[in-house]
């Protein structure tokens, strides 16, 4: 075969390793998007909301120089340190209302929930925005880098790297100078505290060294590009580092990643478009199959009556969503010869065991139902653990307490949800914190 074909298979191959690596990650919710100013706005003027406002400000100041940067402005034209430090306090008082919509490209990423936490390179609230429209603002939690080790945000416990978060990596605008970055100073600043292990936020740059990094828009310089990169990921030799989509980036800083193992692309659309296509791909091979008997290994097994089908998919759904692996008996194998045994392999390989109880669960008391055995394996197994291993979710007028359920069960904390309108996410919440720790 000539090289030139040889070569052309050569990097398919390698294309469709590193797809599936990142399609992998994201759907184990290992995958952690960092997004840059490129990716962030569909305006007329633009996709750089900081090019936009660079301009803006280059004509409010009669500059002529077509400034690229914000250093470029604040030193082409004679400020003094006064008129720099007002530059801070103009870009607050610009960003106190809401000043461009997320791009179209954005809001598609982010909307299929695959992302709950979020850094963002730039100091503008566009992601936080988007955000909020997909978490909502009262689940919406927004944590900074404002370049002060007293005042830097930082994640308390592993399992907060799976709640709806926006993290503001170089500060978010205000109104205080040396807060945010603007400035090229401003940057090496920053990236100095970053690179630091007794600045930088202990916690999450611990997360982050196991996480494949998502880089989207991000057109830094070539060795700024490698600093922040470094910053984020520590060690580049113990895990991927992820991918960087970037179409203005330097062929030097993409040979660069190529050395160290990440994934390189030039069109955000494409990349977007891809994500998209292989998770609906996998999505539908795993519903054709996941449910034929039970899986083993998986964070979650949901018991239930079969009467209360419609609020367990909901449950299985709201889970499933947050990137939990839940496996319940959605096909009625218990029809088969042998489902009971597959049953208990399914439960002793689980990490946790919810059973679900409601009014229906009092109401069969005097029939034969399989989610019993279950629970017999589940307090069983639970005697042996030195952890939770039980975690029951009941009806809120359902007397979970007063029932003739086993007492072994009633001894567990049950959550309780309004059947009319049920909000499973603060038992999520619960659910995944124990899970960090398993």
């Not at 062929?251 to 955000?268: E, G, V």
């Not at 939990?324 to 065991?353: H, P, Q």
Request: glycine share 4%; hydrophobic share 40%; aromatic share 12%.
């Amino acid at each position: 075969m000539p090289a030139i074909f040889t070569k052309i298979r050569k990097e398919d191959s390698e294309n469709t390793r590193q797809w599936d690596l990142l399609i992998t990650r994201l759907l184990e919710g290992n995958v952690i998007p960092v997004i840059g100013p490129e990716f962030l706005v569909d305006d007329e003027k633009g996709s750089n909301p900081h090019q936009i406002l660079i301009d803006d400000l280059a004509e409010a100041y009669e500059i002529n120089s077509h400034p690229k940067s914000f250093s470029e402005l604040l030193y082409d034209k004679d400020f003094d340190a006064n008129d720099r430090k007002n530059i801070y306090a103009m870009l607050g008082d610009a960003f106190s209302q809401p000043l461009f919509q997320p791009s179209k490209l954005l809001k598609r990423l982010l909307g299929n929930k695959r992302f709950p936490f979020v850094i963002t390179t730039s100091f503008s609230p566009i992601v936080e925005d988007a955000m909020k429209d997909i978490w909502g603002a009262d689940r919406l939690r927004v944590m900074k880098f404002t370049n002060d080790p007293s005042h830097n945000d930082d994640i308390s416990i592993r399992s907060d790297i799976n709640k709806p978060t926006v993290y503001y990596m170089f500060g978010k605008v205000c109104h205080s100078e040396k807060k945010y970055v603007v400035t090229d100073y401003d940057m090496l600043s920053f990236c100095r505290s970053w690179l630091s292990s007794a600045e930088r936020p202990q916690n999450l740059a611990a997360e982050l060294q196991s996480k494949y990094l998502l880089f989207l828009g991000n057109s830094f310089s070539d060795w700024l590009s490698r600093f922040v990169c470094f910053s984020l990921k520590g060690k580049i030799d113990n895990q991927p580092m992820g991918m960087v989509v970037d179409p203005i980036a330097e062929d030097s800083f993409l040979q660069f990643m190529k050395r160290i193992d990440a994934f390189t692309q030039r069109d955000a659309e494409e990349v977007v478009n891809k994500i998209e296509s292989l998770i609906a791909e996998k999505e539908a091979e795993l519903k054709k199959t996941r449910f034929n008997m039970p899986q083993q290994g998986t964070d979650v097994f949901i018991s239930y009556s079969r009467a209360d089908a419609e609020i367990t998919a909901k449950l299985y759904e709201a889970m499933s969503e947050r990137g939990i692996n839940v496996w319940y008996d959605r096909n009625s194998i218990s029809m088969g010869g042998n489902f009971m045994n597959e049953i208990i392999a399914g439960i002793k390989s689980t990490k946790l065991f919810v059973p679900i109880m409601t009014h229906n669960i009092q109401e069969q008391h005097n029939e034969y139902h399989p989610y019993r055995t279950e629970w017999k394996t589940a307090i069983d197994l639970a005697s042996g653990y030195g952890r939770t291993f039980i975690m029951p979710i009941s009806e809120k007028d359902f007397d979970f307490y007063g029932s003739n359920i086993p007492d072994a069960l009633k001894a567990c904390n049950a959550y309780l949800y309004d059947t009319d309108n049920p909000d499973f996410e603060p038992f999520i919440d619960e659910i995944q914190k124990l899970l960090a720790n398993i």
